[in-house]
């Protein structure tokens, strides 16, 4: 079967294999104490040449956006996040669990809007008998759905949160995706516009490790003590920073996100080329395809994907290309698409033919 689950499910880039085998046996600091935690924050601080950053390293994104929101937030405060955000979806309560509610309103395209924000707040301040206040909006750029924020649409968000006393918090599992996605804005301007944000590594070409970019001053002390007492300090944290210094030294970070885009983006043209209705239309590297039940039969012995949720009587499925996803690979995809909506309409066309005889 040739693979498009998911863009971590393989090891890492070439320049992070190879820090790792030179440094594999020096000795090192603990608890990200070391140099290459410091080179690594050094490096992702250039990109950000107009804030000044407190910068830290995680393992894992859902222990990344846990200890983020138990630092920002007291008990009684609430994140505003979409129905469809990561930490309402795919991290079983995690935040809950951590003594916060999450809010959520509709995704569009799956993205919070301006509107559905201001709505989510005037709802919680004016209810009298919710004992909560909104103190935190938490974002994925890229969404969940592969879509990206416009650089309006940011700015609005952040215009909103300081007009009402609130952080923003956007989720970067996929940043180097969204950044090459043919955005007008860079990290440096995200800086901005964010509070607090991450960097995800495992999800383009990193062994693992996210990268906490905190920008509001306001929000710097302390968070390595939320950190320790979340079990999110690695021992061996100058592993993490090696995965950075492999990331940005030499912009890998955002060269392998452009692969991983284009050849998402040679797929999708293909599928639309071939009929195929989406549901969703990506400029990142996940693409959701609907597939009748033909197409989903041929496809599914032949093709690694996930499947995303059923629409009417169709199923959608996820594909994902990643800095590893070959150009022979793609080729084959769109061959196999090819041949099951092929067999697709023959499948119709039969269909219709039996009705006729009957009908005669």
């Known amino acids: 079967m040739i693979f498009f689950r998911n863009d971590y499910g393989e090891g890492c880039i070439e320049p992070i294999l190879k820090l790792l085998q030179e440094k594999n046996e020096e000795q090192n600091p603990g608890y990200g104490t070391d140099d290459y935690c410091a080179r690594a924050a050094q490096l992702i601080q250039s990109k950000l040449p107009d804030t000044p950053a407190d910068i830290h390293f995680i393992a894992s994104g859902t222990l990344t956006n846990v200890v983020m929101i138990r630092h920002v937030l007291r008990p009684f405060e609430v994140v505003i996040a979409t129905d469809s955000a990561h930490i309402a979806t795919h991290e079983g309560g995690a935040i809950e669990a951590s003594g916060h509610k999450i809010i959520t309103m509709p995704a569009s395209s799956g993205k919070l809007t301006a509107m559905a924000l201001r709505k989510a707040?005037?709802?919680?301040?004016?209810?009298?008998?919710?004992?909560?206040?909104?103190?935190?909006v938490y974002?994925?750029?890229?969404?969940?759905?592969?879509?990206?924020?416009?650089?309006?649409?940011?700015?609005?968000?952040s215009a909103i949160c300081k007009e009402n006393d609130m952080y923003l918090m956007i989720d970067g599992a996929r940043m180097a995706q969204a950044l090459m996605s043919g955005i007008d804005y860079t990290l440096n301007d995200i800086a901005k516009w964010a509070d607090?944000?991450?960097?995800?590594?495992?999800?383009?070409?990193?062994?693992?490790?996210?990268?906490?970019?905190?920008t509001n001053d306001a929000l710097k002390p302390h968070f390595r003590l939320i950190q320790k007492q979340s079990g999110a300090i690695l021992a061996k944290g100058w592993l993490l920073g090696l995965q950075f210094i492999g990331l940005f030294e030499h912009d890998d970070f955002y060269h392998y996100a452009k692969y991983a885009n284009d050849l998402a983006s040679i797929i999708q043209n293909e599928a639309l080329r071939l009929g195929y209705p989406l549901f969703m239309k990506t400029t990142t590297n996940q693409l959701f395809l609907v597939l009748d039940q033909a197409q989903f039969d041929y496809l599914k012995d032949k093709v690694d994907f996930e499947i995303w949720t059923n629409w009417d009587e169709n199923i959608v499925i996820r594909l994902v290309t990643s800095w590893n996803t070959s150009k022979t690979a793609v080729s084959t995809l769109c061959q196999?698409?090819?041949?099951?909506?092929?067999?697709?309409?023959?499948?119709d066309e039969d269909l219709q033919d039996k009705e006729e005889v009957t009908e005669e």
Do not use: C
Not at 197 to 213: H, R, S, Y
Not at 336 to 347: H, R
């Open 139 to 157: 974002i994925s750029n890229a969404t969940e759905l592969g879509t990206v924020y416009t650089r309006t649409e940011l700015e609005e968000i």
């Open 121 to 136: 707040i005037h709802n919680i301040v004016n209810d009298e008998s919710s004992y909560l206040i909104p103190k935190l």
């Open 336 to 347: 196999y698409l090819q041949l099951a909506m092929d067999l697709s309409k023959k499948n």
């Open 196 to 214: 607090l944000f991450w960097i995800g590594g495992t999800k383009n070409g990193a062994l693992f490790g996210e990268a906490v970019v905190i």
